[in-house]
């Protein structure tokens, strides 16, 4: 018995991985970890020496029906996919094969193989620009992004294929993951904040800040920045909830019920750093709303979802990985 992790090798499926890693140490042997990863964005030296590693894309429902076979997976945490809501704007279509017809062909591959438990890696950029100061899984989705709109119609294909098969499933819905579990585990993404600001840091540049004129306190975006190892517990949890076939509501919004404005960050990224700095101004980035906050009630509740990382120890723990990396 295993669960098959798509983008395991991936920053925050690295995380996934290693928590089931860990749960499976425990004394949780159901939760054996298998990758699938097409390396794509993410790293093969991310996945732990003995953990099986299947080079595939998830479009690929050939490769991934065998991997569920070979490794005898009963449930799948399911995080591939392109997640950049900006850069979505300008290739559509690309991040709906990657997201939409992703998930579809995962799902075709699950059911031939007899697999019927699965988590999807959602997130909050479903709401767009909610106009309540705190989300809930009951705020109107409106998504104001192609990325967005994939992870609900993502939502949806498992939606139906729980109504057509009996699928058991659960959306995890969260906004901005940063900081690292392991110091061989970082962001090197090219469009998040963390990454970007620690890289120009790191070579003697000024960070920049896109959109200063939002309707917030500071002008700067406002959102939920949550630890990469709190969120991928989460994940760990909802998977055993499915396994136990414990009761599970359709999405949970992992947030932090409060919130941090990027000007924030930025004050909070100098003072642990010791790199005293002041942002360079740029434009708004496309598809990037004003302020988006969620609660975290429902999944306390169900999943043991806790904030256990302040924003120093976010900040800490990501500059630690980077300068290892680097």
């Known amino acids: 018995m ?4 798509t983008g395991g090798a991936g920053y925050i499926g690295a ?15 159901r939760l054996r970890p298998v990758v699938l990863d097409d390396l794509s964005s993410g790293y093969a030296a991310f996945v732990p020496d003995g953990v099986p590693f299947v080079r595939a894309s998830v479009v690929d429902t050939d490769a991934v029906r065998d991997a569920l076979v070979a490794h005898g997976v009963t449930g799948v945490v399911h995080l591939a996919g392109y997640k950049y809501a900006g850069v979505s704007v300008q290739r559509p279509l690309h991040t709906y094969e990657q997201n939409v017809t992703g998930t579809a062909h995962l799902l075709a591959a699950m059911t031939d193989a007899g697999v019927d438990r699965v988590v999807l890696s959602s997130s909050a950029a479903v709401y767009g620009s909610p106009d309540v100061d705190l989300v809930t899984e009951d705020t109107p989705t409106t998504p104001e992004s192609p990325y967005g709109e994939s992870k609900l119609v993502a939502e949806w294909l498992l939606r139906d294929q729980g109504v057509a098969t009996g699928l058991r499933h659960t959306s995890l819905r969260y906004f901005n993951v940063v900081g690292s579990g392991a110091e061989d585990l970082y962001d090197a993404s090219p469009h998040n904040l963390f990454p970007l600001v620690l890289d120009a840091l790191a070579s003697g540049r000024t960070p920049r800040v896109n959109g200063t004129d939002y309707p917030t306190p500071d002008g700067t975006c406002v959102r939920d920045y949550v630890h990469v190892a709190d969120l991928a517990l989460a994940h760990v949890e909802a998977a055993r909830a499915l396994a136990d076939d414990r009761p599970l509501d359709r999405v949970y919004n992992l947030g932090s019920g409060d919130g941090l404005s990027v000007a924030q960050i930025m004050t909070t990224i100098a003072r642990v750093t010791g790199i005293d700095f002041t942002p360079e101004r740029g434009p708004r980035r496309p598809g990037d709303p004003a302020r988006i906050v969620a609660s ?3 999944a306390a509740r169900d999943l043991g979802w806790a904030m256990r990382h302040s924003p120093e120890q976010m900040v800490a723990s990501a500059w630690d990985a980077h300068r290892r990396a680097a």
């Open 2 to 5: 295993t669960w098959l992790v």
């Open 15 to 29: 995380h996934v991985v290693r928590a089931l890693l860990d749960a499976a140490r425990a004394g949780d042997e």
């Open 296 to 298: 975290g009630e429902a």
